[in-house]
């Protein structure tokens, strides 16, 4: 099945948002084995939207929209794709009940507006909304399908997963399953090169990903039903985990940060963090996760020198020797900052992230236990600000989850 | 002039990234005054990117690309974009030399591969890279111009700043200048119903934008030179920020965290922080700024109550009585940290974000001086977890901008 994914809005157009829908609903048809072969953004126009589904329409099984369903005079989507598609438009009984349910929990009224949002086309499948007052429809035509999903990012990634991706399993008759295997310590090229042979597979198949600082491979199967794709996949993940030993952090976790609560949770670990170049984004970073607080205690962000002996009670001259940027430096902040919040493990981290500095890109990052005290030099090198503070964090969570698991840190 | 943005790049269709791309370049394009009706993304697949070349050329007066620049076999598009208009690719002696030192310059070895990057179609314009190895190129055919760049988002941005911008400025003839007006405290419908009259203007106009818990608009005048431009805008940008009073936080600043920055150098006062449930992230975002150790000093992350007492030296019993998450607990971290980083201002933030907590949504920021005390009270109702930090922060930058500039706070 080829897919294409057209976002309607011109806000995208004028650059006011990023599509992280297209990216999302990518992800998730990845995981189905639904390939997608275009992207299309176009503006809230009737005549060019209609231009892009007429194309679509020839060239792709699926086609997924977002965008164009909310209340205002602006939101076309239903209207353009139902006359594209020879529809009436009618009012869904359903939807009009699930918006003024929306509106009556929240105590706002309701608007003709919002009647607008309950009309979908004749024939079309409705699928509600369980985050916002627009629903959602499939419409099939023939060999076609066009599923319209909402544009803000929660309502139409909710909506996918609840209940557009199970239409989507039913419909390829065959089950699929994909497990994400997630490495840190490695980039991109050299993990392709080591998985060269596992790229080629047919079923299951392997694809690589990377984001910043971290890669990692999908592995996907077909099979008659779950129990066949796990058996598949079983022996192509055994190989791949054994191969890249040590740089697997984690399988179908969300992030390091997911990983190192799930570790800290095992073994009933609590954690405080000291920052100085990473500002805080570590420890953010952390508290994103829902339930951090049952072992994360906290932190400090010492900015300054100063910071450093107020709120950890540093040494000037430890630092005058050393300088604020070095290896004792970094492990005297995870030692201090353990005592000073009453940890079982504290990370320090003190580093130049640029523009300015004296080695830009030169970062220490230091793990403190009842045991002892590792400390990892990292050089980042000509890399923006940015990218050297989610580096360096990164590294302090690769550490962490180390530590919890046995491995060298 | 029209524009179409085209991404290339398979890792954009698999979910692997978000396409900030076309986002950067819709940008730029708005400032200038172009009009970019559509953004497509297609696959590192030379049949595909021809197909949606045509398309393109028949459609837009400007195209640009991003992606497929690249060294390796898979990056397709200079010599996909030269076959279909008819051109040969050449051996480009200045890239050649660019990349040539690039490479020394970082004691790397330069392979074949980065050989066939200074590899540009007959007749192009070379867009040198500042930050990578790939330089881009302008390709003009009659009334079309297509603009190649790289795809990772720094490079991209740095050559359309650099060399695309003024290339597009002097082709328009007209000189094109615009300011973009910030706003906080007030919603996206409700900044456009306010400034309903000012967005049917002509010249200069005047266009919306939004983004989480923000909204802003983008005056843009043309005219025959830089003066004449700003003459156009400035009565209009007067009117607004006289309709919109204190809402008004900024003008051309890229963030709330960038003007609190400002105005703390400007008043040269320090501030400390103490965060709880947004756990480190107004740190981070005030740290995300170059400079920012001038003003701010640190923080502190009490994630638990243990680390409120450990770290700031709250009374447990003033806890206990009034609840984590209330507006003495706030106002008492404000005051405390102020103290324990020496700052002359101190702001603490404790509330529940989510998804568990008695009352979801509810946050107190307080903000400290030596004059006294200011709290503010929160209710971010039913949202998801990473809104409510947001905003909580977001509140704590606006609530200290207007202290410095002496608003209510």
């Known amino acids: 099945m080829n897919a294409e994914i057209l976002s309607v809005g011109t806000e995208l157009l004028l650059g ?28 809230d126009n009737p005549a060019r939207l209609t231009e892009c589904i007429y194309r679509a329409r020839n060239r792709a099984d699926l086609i997924i929209t977002t965008g164009g369903l909310g209340p205002t005079c602006d939101d076309l989507t239903k209207q353009t794709l139902a006359r594209a598609f020879d529809r009436k438009l009618y009012l869904n009984e359903d939807a009009l009940a699930d918006i003024r349910e929306y509106f009556a929990e929240r105590g706002r009224s309701f608007t003709d507006n919002n009647l607008r949002q309950a009309y979908l086309p004749e024939g079309s499948i409705m699928l509600p909304n369980d985050c916002g007052t627009a629903p959602g429809c499939i419409l099939e035509d023939g060999p076609v399908r066009v599923v319209m999903l909402p544009g803000p990012p929660r309502e139409c990634v909710t909506m996918l997963r609840n209940h557009v991706m199970p239409y989507l399993q039913k419909l390829s ?109 570590l420890a953010q970073r952390i508290t994103d996760i829902p339930g951090a607080s049952a072992h994360f205690l906290g932190g400090v962000v010492t900015y300054t020198e100063d910071a450093k002996v107020r709120l950890l009670d540093m040494d000037e001259d430890l630092i005058a020797e050393n300088g604020v940027v070095s290896m004792p430096v970094a492990a005297k902040m995870a030692k201090r900052v353990r005592k000073a919040l009453g940890s079982d493990i504290g990370v320090g981290i003190t580093g130049w992230a640029g523009p300015d500095g004296d080695d830009v890109g030169l970062v220490f990052v230091a793990l403190a236990s009842r045991g002892g005290c590792f400390v990892r030099r990292l050089q980042c090198g000509h890399a923006p600000r940015p990218r050297i503070r989610l580096i360096a964090a990164s590294n302090a969570l690769d550490m962490i989850r180390r530590y919890l698991t046995g491995l060298d840190v």
């Open 16 to 43: 006011g948002t990023v599509n992280t829908d297209a990216r999302d609903i990518s992800l998730a048809l990845a995981e189905l084995g639904v390939n997608v072969y275009w992207h299309t953004v176009v503006g």
């Open 173 to 281: 008759g065959a089950v699929i399953r994909s497990h994400m295997i997630r490495f840190f310590g490695i980039g991109e090229s050299a993990m392709e090169t080591r998985l060269r042979s596992f790229m080629d597979g047919a079923n299951p198949t392997v694809a690589p990903y990377s984001r910043e600082g971290e890669c990692w491979v999908r592995v996907t199967a077909k099979g008659a039903n779950e129990a066949e794709c796990e058996a598949l996949m079983a022996p192509v993940i055994e190989d791949i985990c054994d191969k890249m030993g040590d740089l697997v952090y984690g399988i179908d976790c969300a992030s390091l940060e997911e990983r190192v609560l799930q570790l800290l949770q095992e073994k009933n670990t609590s954690l405080a963090v000291a920052e100085s170049c990473t500002g805080g984004l």
